[in-house]
Each structure stands twice: as structure tokens, then as C-alpha cells.
């Protein structure tokens, strides 16, 4: 099997949510270590987790992991600086791209199981979806690393690479609706955490 770098993007100051979402309670962890996790546990051979707002107080709670953390000074321009942050720093120039934003909280099997799809089909982009929705995690072939290296906010980041490659996008239709667990807003974690943690 081909290499493949998880990058967690964990760098945003979480206005929304009104607390720090990589500190809320996720199970015995905090959310960002139960992110860590799971990507450690999974067939990923590199983590990068990135950084930005707080990155010192939340260096301190996973700079025990076999991790690559990265901190992206310019985090308040948008999500697209992070993204291009962790890409600049994976080790490995044959690896593909995994991406998960922090508040997107997926189990090592669902992990597993859109890496093995995206491999067996070898695919250009990969994603789980449920009843049709398209979910994360996002996996990209390496061979867009430069079309990743120029996306930005205005260009809806990565979204605008999808729609370029509309024909060449390999869907994993699964059972449930975990991949499609996004972190907004306090009620989302309320609701989120009830059905994760009851299935």
C-alpha cells in the first residue's frame, strides 16, 4: 500500500462553539486527542497536526504523541492557510493526503476503510458518504499536491479542486452517519456526542 500522511487541522479559534472544541470532552480524551488517536491507531504513516490559536496550551496535551505538530501564524485568514501548512510539511513526497478538521471526530474503522477504498481503486479523491451526503475523511492523490499548495479562501480551498475533478471522485456509500459529524456549535457536540458514544 501506497503512503499516506493524515493532516488534523486544529488551528481555528472555535467562536462559534464559544469554548475551545479541541478541549471538549470526547470519551476518556479530549477531542483532539481522541482525533490523534484514532489516526495513530489507523494505517496512516504520518500525522501532521496543526496548530494556530492556543497552539502552546495545546501543545502541552499532545506532545507526548509520535506526532508532527506544525503552527500556522496566519490561521485567522482562513482554513485553506492550515490546509497548505500541513501539506508543506509532510516528509514523505510519494504520500497521499488525508485531511479531518478536529470537530469532524471519525473511529479508526471508518478511517481504515475510506484509506483501503482509495488505495484499492486508486483513486484521485476519495470520500465516505451517507444517504448521498459526501463526508470526511477527505483523501487526495499526492499528484495534487501543487493544486493543494494553491487554493485559498476565495477559491473555496479545496472544494474548488472537487469541482475541477468532479468525474474523477470515488464515493464510499457507508451504514452510518459518523462521517458526517461536524462540530459547530455547542448543541452539534451535545447531539453528536449522544449518538457517537450510544451506537
Known amino acids: 500500500m501506497n503512503p499516506i500522511t493524515a493532516i488534523l487541522l486544529a488551528a481555528g479559534e ?16 479530549t477531542l483532539i486527542e481522541y482525533q490523534i488517536n484514532s489516526l495513530l491507531n489507523s494505517r496512516i504513516d504520518e500525522v501532521i497536526v496543526v496548530l494556530g490559536y492556543k497552539n502552546e496550551e495545546l501543545s502541552s496535551h499532545i506532545d507526548k504523541y509520535p506526532i508532527n505538530i506544525v503552527v500556522n501564524y496566519d490561521y485567522a485568514y482562513g482554513k485553506t492557510t492550515s490546509i497548505k501548512k500541513g501539506i508543506s510539511s509532510v516528509s514523505n513526497n510519494q504520500s497521499d493526503f488525508l485531511f479531518l478538521s478536529v470537530d469532524q471526530p471519525r473511529k479508526t474503522i471508518l478511517i481504515n476503510s475510506v484509506i483501503d477504498f482509495h488505495f484499492q481503486n486508486k483513486s484521485l479523491i476519495s470520500f465516505p458518504t451517507y ?9 487526495l492523490n ?16 479545496l472544494k474548488n479542486i472537487i469541482t475541477k475533478n468532479k468525474q474523477k471522485l470515488n464515493r464510499l456509500e457507508v451504514s452510518d452517519g459518523q462521517c458526517l459529524i461536524d462540530l459547530n456549535i455547542y448543541k452539534d457536540y451535545e447531539k453528536a456526542y449522544s449518538q457517537y458514544f450510544n451506537d
Open 131 to 139: 444517504n448521498d451526503r459526501g463526508g470526511h475523511p477527505l483523501i
Open 142 to 157: 499526492r499528484s495534487l499536491k501543487d493544486d493543494i499548495l494553491k487554493i485559498n479562501e476565495s477559491t473555496f480551498g
Open 14 to 29: 472555535s467562536t462559534r462553539m464559544g469554548k475551545l472544541k479541541s478541549l471538549l470532552a470526547w470519551g476518556e480524551d
